[in-house]
T-cell receptor
Framework: DAGVTQSPTHLIKTRGQQVTLRCSPI?????VSWYQQVLGQGPQFIFQ???????GRGNFPDRFSARQFPNYSSELNVNALLLGDSALYLC?????????????FGPGTRLTVL | DQQVKQNSPSLSVQEGRISILNCDYT??????FLWYKKYPAEGPTFLIS?????DKNEDGRFTVFLNKSAKHLSLHIVPSQPGDSAVYFC???????????FGTGTSLTVIP
């Protein structure tokens, strides 16, 4: 079975632009979470979606938004990019929404904002 | 506000010896803990977990110990192998929540 897939692998944008990152969960998984990992730090929780509904949101500005589609894939959108948004964006899927479930991570999308 | 802390950014160990990675947390509501391993250019991979009803969980060469009174957990790898060289993240969650809080990671190097 395929694991969690993310696209694109790498992305370079300039300040003020908008970006959309995509994630496909493991087949059968209904929960998708997004994390931001800045260099030298651990992943920080951005959003969780379960059954197409937002179930959790981390301490990120409204420039960050996400959605989940009927096939459980998900998109993360970031508007008005800042230099500080440069990071590895990780998507994780799990079967249930509660954090007791092991989350399976994708390889991430490396976003560079110039 | 870093609720999960890994105070050792790096650790070097000889092959065959024990590796001990440490993690501290501040939130007393955390009751489920995991360790993830991360290689460069890959996403974190689940390694081992422990719930707060236990103080020890073993899986092959990997053992996680939980000291709830000290809000401390540790990962023991015995014996350490060169393929264990990676960044290890500790993560925690609470029953009331649905997100994990990660530490900043410890880079383990196992020297052949």
């Amino acid at each position: 079975d395929a694991g969690v897939t993310q696209s694109p692998t790498h992305l370079i944008k300039t300040r003020g632009q908008q970006v959309t990152l995509r994630c496909s969960p493991i087949s059968g998984h209904k929960s998708v979470s997004w994390y931001q990992q800045v260099l030298g730090q651990g992943p920080q929780f951005i959003f969780q979606y379960y059954e197409k509904e937002e179930r959790g949101r981390g301490n990120f500005p409204d420039r960050f938004s996400a959605r989940q589609f009927p096939n459980y894939s998900s998109e993360l959108n970031v508007n008005a990019l800042l230099l500080g948004d440069s990071a590895l964006y990780l998507c994780a899927s799990s079967f249930y929404s509660k954090a007791y479930n092991e989350q399976f991570f994708g390889p991430g999308t490396r976003l560079t904002v110039l | 506000d870093q609720q999960v802390k890994q105070n050792s950014p790096s650790l070097s160990v000889q092959e065959g010896r024990i590796s001990i990675l440490n993690c501290d947390y501040t939130n007393s509501m955390f009751d489920y803990f995991l360790w993830y391993k991360k290689y460069p250019a890959e996403g974190p991979t689940f390694l081992i977990s422990i719930s707060s009803i236990k103080d020890k969980n073993e899986d092959g060469r990997f053992t996680v110990f939980l000291n709830k009174s000290a809000k401390h957990l540790s990962l023991h790898i015995v014996p350490s192998q060169p393929g264990d060289s990676a960044v290890y993240f500790c993560a925690a969650s609470a029953n009331t929540g649905n997100q994990f809080y990660f530490g900043t990671g410890t880079s383990l190097t196992v020297i052949p």
